[in-house]
């Protein structure tokens, strides 16, 4: 199996900066995507970000300039750096992780239980 463990949410300020963090580990053969999404209070959940496995990265339009996604291959974790935050980045953020356990089998997705983070003075 592979666990996904997310950690780094909390309460912060308007324009003030968090730090995401999620750690994979299990039966791991290889990691394809990994990707931050989102989901706010009575919305549906929402892609913010994604890096493949030679890190070419995409970010959501309304994140842009503000939130930066990166990987460490090594430690098969994948961090979400968060700045200027404002009062509509309030929600739970989970991590998702495109995850081959045999080689020559097929990737499955796995996801985080999610870390809450709000933005509010």
């Known amino acids: 199996q592979v666990q996904l463990v997310e950690s780094g949410g909390g309460l912060v300020q308007p324009g003030g900066s968090l730090r995401l963090s999620c750690a994979a580990s299990g039966s791991i053969f290889s990691i394809y995507d990994m990707a931050w999404y989102r989901q706010a209070p009575g919305k549906q959940r929402e892609l913010v970000a994604t890096?493949?496995?030679?890190?070419?990265?995409n970010h959501a339009d309304s994140v842009k300039g503000r939130f930066t996604i990166s990987r460490d291959y090594g430690k098969n974790t994948v961090y979400l750096q968060m700045n200027s935050l404002k009062p509509e980045d309030t929600a739970d953020y989970y991590c998702?992780?495109?995850?081959?356990?045999?080689?020559?089998?097929?990737?499955?997705?796995?996801w985080g239980q999610g870390t809450k983070v709000t933005v509010s003075s």
């Open positions: 998702k992780a495109v995850v081959k356990i045999t080689p020559g089998r097929n990737t499955f997705d796995y």
């Open positions: 890096i493949n496995a030679v890190g070419t990265t």
